[in-house]
């Protein structure tokens, strides 16, 4: 999996942010002097258009470049506050398709006072006709700087709804002591899933059947036939790292517990595994751990 980070103007991308984007994959995020090369669009493409690229995703200036050079190279996007409408230097738009045949994702800060939401909004309005489909996100907490926890939540909820349109139509395993799939995902996922109830289930299914496509995992599960409390998600989780034998490097996954503390206790083990797994063998074709949409 390799990402394709655009930086704003006069801009980069923070190590923090880096780092969050490194769970999934490589990273390319080049330097753009936008002041001086008024086709960082054509630019961009001549870069990029033999590399392996997965996702483009981009903010502000980099979202304008990230919106055009998705079309252009045909691939998904994630783009915070694009600068679609208006920018404050020229740039050249080359000639491009009408569509990525993906869905764009623009995430909007009602609060941005630096590129005007209103304006993004005119100009998809006006596009309307053409057969480009857009998620976007108004969040009225955000102005134009995307701080570190916004970022990490876009990036994570984007690329685990962007990962489940590219699975194989295989095994799904849902951990739930209660809930049915439908109570979690959309109701046409319900019958690509096999539901386990209990930890011990979840062990057995995966032993006979192999690592699932994708895993939903609950953390809670309830207690157990003495009226103990269960081995819960996060034991599951560890099984998997620590006894299962299984290859987890392209695990796909979402948590999808109530519990906060356990959810992200869950999701760092795997992260960090995945993302261990994939520096000892760089060179495998990986997937990203993923999320159903809602």
Do not use: C
Not at 29 to 46: A, H, M
Not at 99 to 124: C, E, R, W
Not at 158 to 175: C, H
């Amino acid at each position: 999996m390799t990402i394709l980070y655009i930086h704003g103007l006069n801009g980069s991308l923070s190590p923090e942010k880096r780092a969050i984007l490194e769970r999934y994959g490589a990273i390319e995020s080049p330097k753009i002097d936008y002041e001086n090369n008024s086709d960082s669009i054509i630019w961009l493409y001549n870069q990029f258009k033999d590399g392996n690229i997965d996702v483009i995703m981009g903010s502000s200036m980099g979202g304008f470049a990230g919106y055009h050079l998705a079309k252009l190279l045909q691939l998904p996007a994630l783009l915070f506050n694009p600068a679609l409408a208006e920018r404050s230097v020229n740039q050249n738009i080359p000639d491009i398709p009408k569509t990525n045949n993906s869905k764009i994702h623009i995430v909007l800060g009602s609060k941005d006072h630096v590129v005007d939401p209103k304006g993004t909004l005119h100009f998809i309005g006006e596009l309307l006709r053409q057969e480009q489909d857009y998620n976007i996100s108004i969040r009225h907490d955000l102005e134009h700087r995307i701080p570190l926890n916004v970022f990490e939540k876009e990036v994570i909820l984007y690329l685990e709804q962007l990962s489940i349109g590219n699975l194989k139509t295989k095994k799904r395993l849902f951990l739930d002591d209660i809930r049915t799939v439908a109570m979690v995902y959309d109701q046409t996922f319900a019958s690509e899933f096999d539901i386990v109830r209990s930890y011990d289930d979840f062990v057995a299914y995966i032993k006979k059947n192999g690592i699932p496509e994708f895993i939903s995992f609950d953390n809670d599960l309830g207690l157990d036939d003495n009226g103990n409390v269960a081995p819960d998600g996060l034991a599951a989780a560890k099984w998997l790292v620590y006894e299962s034998g299984f290859d987890l490097q392209s695990l796909q996954f979402r948590v999808h517990s109530a519990n906060p503390v356990a959810a992200e206790q869950i999701r760092g083990l795997l992260w960090n595994y995945i993302r261990f797994l994939n520096k000892q063998n760089p060179n495998r074709n990986l997937r990203i751990p993923t999320q159903l949409k809602h």
